[in-house]
């Protein structure tokens, strides 16, 4: 199945959707490269980056799972190309 980078870009706005939000995280972690997470003190907000390596329909539906969590926003960006083709 042909994967692409993408990176899921989230913001907490609401402290109790971050259970459930690493929850869905957990649950296709065998798709994420990694994870970076950065509290941002003075507006009260939580700013968090995904790194994934998946089919399409994996990554939409993880940035859409997320988005739907109460005070989360969402946004993912695809890299421009699929895999390379194989040399021959």
């Known amino acids: 199945m042909e994967t692409r980078v993408a990176i899921i870009g989230i913001i907490v706005e609401e402290v109790d959707s971050v259970s459930?939000?690493?929850s869905i995280l957990h649950d296709y972690g065998e798709y994420i490269i990694g994870r970076m997470g950065i509290?941002?003190?003075e507006?009260?907000?939580h700013v968090i980056c995904v790194v994934i390596d998946a089919?399409?329909?994996i990554i939409s539906t993880i940035?859409?799972?997320l988005g739907k969590l109460p005070g989360v926003s969402t946004r993912a960006v695809y890299s421009k190309y699929g895999p390379k083709a194989e040399e021959e």
């Open 55 to 57: 089919p399409n329909d």
């Open 43 to 45: 507006k009260e907000i």
């Open 20 to 22: 459930k939000l690493n």
């Open 39 to 41: 509290p941002y003190k």
């Open 63 to 65: 940035s859409g799972k």
